[in-house]
């Protein structure tokens, strides 16, 4: 399956993104059998893992963003959201999602799959 990242841009701490994954030629499984994970590189930093979204609209988050951004998913439209609320500076980086598969020797969940564009998120002060 390819995904595709956008709904990036330039918004002033406070604001609001919502940013869209979608998936298409996909080949096998269905999409709604995917787990979907968003991750995020700011300048100078290694990628990290912001949150990510199981079978059962199932949903786990990085403590940076808990209680401002929310993973969702609609896989008619093949496609997983991330809504992010009261934007700070720090959330600035490059964001990309990602196929997850399990690595059942450690129980953890890592991305399968070439890293695409990523779409931008810039937050000014």
């Known amino acids: 399956v390819q995904l595709e990242e956008s709904g990036g841009g330039l918004v002033t701490a406070g604001e609001s993104l919502r940013l869209s994954c979608v998936a298409s030629s996909s080949i096998g499984r269905p999409f709604s059998e995917y787990v979907i994970g968003w991750f995020r590189q700011a300048p100078g930093l290694e990628r990290e893992w912001v949150a990510n979204i199981g079978l059962s609209d199932d949903s786990s988050y990085a403590d940076s963003v808990k209680g401002r951004f929310t993973i969702s998913r609609d896989n008619v439209k093949k496609t997983v959201y991330l809504q992010m609320d009261d934007l700070k500076p720090g959330d600035t980086a490059i964001y990309y999602c990602?196929?997850?598969?399990?690595?059942?020797?450690?129980?953890?969940?890592?991305?399968?799959?070439?890293w695409g564009q990523g779409t931008q998120v810039t937050v000014s002060s």
């Open positions: 990602n196929r997850l598969e399990l690595y059942a020797q450690t129980n953890t969940w890592f991305p399968v799959q070439n």
